[in-house]
């Protein structure tokens, strides 16, 4: 199965311009080029969009992203980046919704909410952590792969 540039753009949310900046930075080839231009991407390509939308919202910029994958041993390896990726992002939002509902229920009952409780998840450090997980678990991946 193949998608055209068109499809894999809407499917992604993003737009076909993109796709060919992704393209000219070296970051998303894609998987075929058709007689008549059309650009087609494969599930490999997919793939590796998916990590690329990732690491854009988690913040890194293409250069950062180009590096990790060009890191990346294999497609799984980049996969496991991924998913420790998303844990720690989900794990981040959930500190964030207590940390609301604290606010939230504190000022609800008339009491002062705990300033430290009211800020956690928030701290654009802990949110850097993010971007080196995904270099460590690549680079992990790639010396138990060796």
Do not use: C
């Not at 993003?14 to 796709?19: G, N």
């Not at 690329?52 to 294999?74: K, Q, S």
């Not at 270099?135 to 790639?142: C, H, K, S, V």
């Amino acid at each position: 199965m193949e998608w055209t540039i068109q499809e894999l753009a809407a499917r992604a949310g993003i737009t076909s311009r993109t796709l060919r900046h992704y393209d000219r930075f070296g970051l998303l080839a894609p998987s075929r080029v058709g007689a008549n231009g059309y650009r087609f991407y494969d599930p490999a390509a997919v793939a590796r969009l998916q990590r690329i939308l990732l690491m854009r919202r988690l913040g890194m910029g293409l250069p950062a992203i180009a590096e990790v994958l060009a890191d990346e041993v294999n497609a799984l390896d980049g996969l496991r980046a991924h998913i420790a990726a998303l844990e720690e992002e989900r794990d981040r939002i959930e500190r964030q919704l207590r940390s609301v509902r604290h606010t939230l229920e504190a000022l609800q009952a008339g009491a002062k909410p705990r300033m430290d409780v009211m800020l956690a998840g928030f701290n654009r450090v802990a949110g850097r952590r993010v971007t080196f997980a995904f270099r460590a678990a690549t680079a992990r991946n790639r010396r138990i792969s060796s």
